[in-house]
């Protein structure tokens, strides 16, 4: 985010506040920061503030991060969880300060040195609870998000939640636990060895940082239980189709599942990609 | 594999035999065969055969594609399941010719319009029972799949067959349950909005034709039983962890399936993947 920022000018400097010194020096050499600062001095020297660690430690930290802003200090953050980071902060005196964000992409990767331009763009953006930010702040996150060519979806936290638990959260346990599946039975080398392009993208998300995902489960983990219930269903279909040689029924699933290459390739999308950006309100 | 073997120059000439007048057009148009032949006239006059049909019509054709073929006539198939195609035809006096082979590429796609170059290199061919085939047709297969850029392994019918299950099938199952869950449960105009490059590769294989992947789940159901029953074991550890809020055991999970980026990015292979071409004899 920090080089897509520099690149496009939307910040004139951005300062890091960064804990592992390795890091924080990766994140110099790089040219993703300018400097790095203390905490404090960091948030009085800003005018917008992105929070971006893992969900458990912004909830912690974001009445910390609102106590020590200046009045006209924009915050937002970026993880994939909203409900616990919101109801950490709902009764702040600082809460209209504080645009929650999710922009929905990444890669397996961490740290500074996986940092990667033009990440965002194309990508979708969800903004939640807009209306409790005030006016000058929120258009000031949506101006970012914007800047990064994202999109911008707005929804409650509640259905942010519940929404990302099916299509980003359960991706990450079903690729986890195929991984696990597989290194319990085969060998090693005949993985390897016989891994071909349909295993690797399946799996691809195994790669992903317990650190960071463990927590987003955890403050999930409601939404998570029913994700995982509905997919383990789906699963046992396809197991009963085999156990009752139900050959029919096996292809009936197949030809719905196929059903979401038209949605993933827009067919049936009511939105158009190539606009500079899509302010949709989803009512549930 | 024919736009490669023309490519290459392992083919003089390519005759197609296709039921489709549709795809036989669009092969010809494409220049991925030299001419459409009925199938007696093209078994008379070829080499070498590729079987390239759904594993169950496979299993179907062979006997007679064997009938048919003169004394000298190479022929190999290139199907994901190899224990049902091998018994097919296993008293059969032409039993020699035959040397079953599983090359493990592809794309979600079909039809010759989705034909690609360069698919199959560096990339693992199996190739079944080898000692059942007589040594020119077996020599002949290899440098098929030696034109084509892949790295060989050996292993019996049986041992394919449940390796796939793992490697390759079960992926495809949890990618179509994948799609069916979320279909099931999100508005589709959420799921395409929402989408992240995590979802999209994750879900991929869900786009895969179910006229090619019914037959195999099928000739493979008694080890798809047992990997999808594996597969739901540690699916159900995930959902354990999380609703007996066992953070530590959660995170173990995903550091264990981290394991997979070493095995995948090679290092904890013994196979060096530059080599042209790797011979490897699994035992179990």
């Known amino acids: 985010m920090a080089k897509d920022l520099h690149r496009t000018n939307f910040a004139n400097e951005i300062i890091g506040v960064e804990n592992s010194?390795?890091?924080?020096?990766?994140?110099?050499?790089?040219?993703?920061?300018?400097?790095?600062?203390?905490?404090?001095?960091?948030?009085?020297?800003?005018?917008?503030?992105?929070?971006?660690?893992?969900?458990?430690?912004?909830?912690?930290?974001?009445?910390?991060?609102?106590?020590l802003i200046p009045a006209s200090t924009t915050v937002t953050d970026v993880g994939s969880t909203k409900r616990q980071i919101v109801d950490a902060i709902k009764d702040h005196p600082r809460r209209a300060n504080f645009?929650?964000?999710?922009?929905?992409?990444?890669?397996?990767?961490?740290?500074?040195?996986?940092?990667?331009?033009?990440?965002?763009?194309?990508?979708?953006?969800?903004?939640?609870?807009?209306?409790?930010?005030?006016?000058?702040?929120?258009?000031?996150?949506?101006?970012?998000?914007?800047?990064?060519?994202?999109?911008?979806?707005?929804?409650?936290?509640?259905?942010?939640?519940?929404?990302?638990?099916?299509?980003?959260?359960?991706?990450?346990?079903?690729?986890?636990?195929?991984?696990?599946?597989?290194?319990?039975?085969?060998?090693?080398?005949?993985?390897?060895?016989?891994?071909?392009?349909?295993?690797?993208?399946t799996v691809r998300l195994a790669k992903s940082s317990p650190q960071m995902w463990a927590p987003i489960f955890w403050q999930n983990r409601d939404y998570m239980l029913e994700a995982l219930e509905v997919y383990i269903q789906h699963l046992k279909e396809f197991k009963e189709c085999l156990k009752n040689e139900d050959l029919d029924q096996l292809i009936q699933l197949m030809t719905n599942a196929n059903k979401i290459r038209g949605v993933l390739d827009g067919e049936n999308s009511s939105m158009t990609k190539n606009e500079e950006t899509i302010i949709k309100l989803y009512t549930k």
């Open 99 to 201: 645009i929650p964000s999710h922009p929905m992409c990444g890669t397996e990767n961490s740290g500074p040195k996986a940092a990667i331009e033009h990440l965002f763009e194309g990508k979708i953006c969800i903004i939640c609870d807009h209306e409790e930010g005030k006016p000058q702040h929120l258009a000031l996150v949506e101006k970012l998000y914007q800047a990064l060519g994202m999109s911008i979806a707005y929804m409650s936290s509640d259905e942010q939640d519940h929404t990302t638990a099916f299509v980003s959260h359960l991706p990450h346990v079903t690729a986890f636990a195929l991984a696990n599946a597989v290194l319990a039975i085969e060998d090693r080398n005949i993985i390897f060895d016989l891994a071909s392009g349909g295993f690797q993208s």
């Open 21 to 67: 010194p390795v890091h924080a020096q990766q994140a110099l050499d790089l040219g993703i920061v300018d400097r790095i600062e203390p905490l404090d001095k960091a948030l009085a020297e800003s005018d917008l503030v992105i929070v971006a660690i893992p969900v458990d430690k912004i909830a912690v930290a974001l009445p910390a991060i609102l106590d």
